[in-house]
C-alpha cells in the first residue's frame, strides 16, 4: 500500500513563502502521479501542482510562477515551494497519488483521479 505524510504548513502573512514536503512509502513513483491538491473552506477541492513519471508538470493558473514541485526521488519526497503567497492560498493542503494512466496528461490536476491521500497540511495566509 501506499502512504503519504505532508509536513511543512503554517500561518504566514501575504507575500511570504513556505516549502511543502510530501514522504511517500510504498512503490507510487514508478508509472505515476504525485501532486499536491488543496481545500478552502466552503470550496471544492482542486488540483495546485502535479507532475507525472516522466516529468512532466502542471501547475494551476492561479500559482504559475510562484509555486514550484521539486522531487528528491532518493528520499521518495515531494516537495512544494510556494512564493509570494495570497490570502486566497489558505486552504489544506494534501498529498495525492495515482497510478497511470488514470492521471496523466489533462487529468494531471484532477482530484477525482487520485487514489491515494495524505491527512493533509494547513496553510493560512494573512493580509
Known amino acids: 500500500d501506499v502512504q503519504l505524510v505532508e509536513s511543512g504548513g503554517g500561518s504566514v502573512q501575504a507575500g511570504g513563502s513556505l516549502r511543502l514536503s510530501c514522504g511517500a512509502s510504498?512503490?507510487?513513483?514508478?508509472?505515476?502521479?504525485v501532486g499536491w491538491l488543496r481545500q478552502a473552506p466552503g470550496k471544492e477541492r482542486e488540483g495546485v501542482a502535479a507532475?507525472?513519471?516522466?516529468?512532466?508538470?502542471s501547475y494551476a493558473d492561479s500559482v504559475k510562477d510562484r509555486f514550484t514541485l521539486s522531487q528528491d526521488n532518493t528520499k521518495n519526497t515531494l516537495y512544494l515551494q510556494m512564493n509570494n503567497l495570497e490570502p486566497e492560498d489558505t486552504g489544506r493542503y494534501y498529498c495525492?497519488?495515482?497510478?497511470?494512466?488514470?492521471?496523466?496528461?489533462?487529468?494531471?490536476?484532477?482530484?477525482?483521479?487520485?487514489?491515494?491521500w495524505g491527512q493533509g497540511t494547513q496553510v493560512t495566509v494573512s493580509s
Open positions: 495525492a497519488a495515482a497510478r497511470r494512466p488514470a492521471c496523466g496528461g489533462k487529468w494531471l490536476l484532477s482530484p477525482a483521479r487520485y487514489n491515494y
Open positions: 510504498g512503490s507510487i513513483y514508478g508509472d505515476a502521479c
Open positions: 507532475i507525472d513519471s516522466d516529468g512532466i508538470a
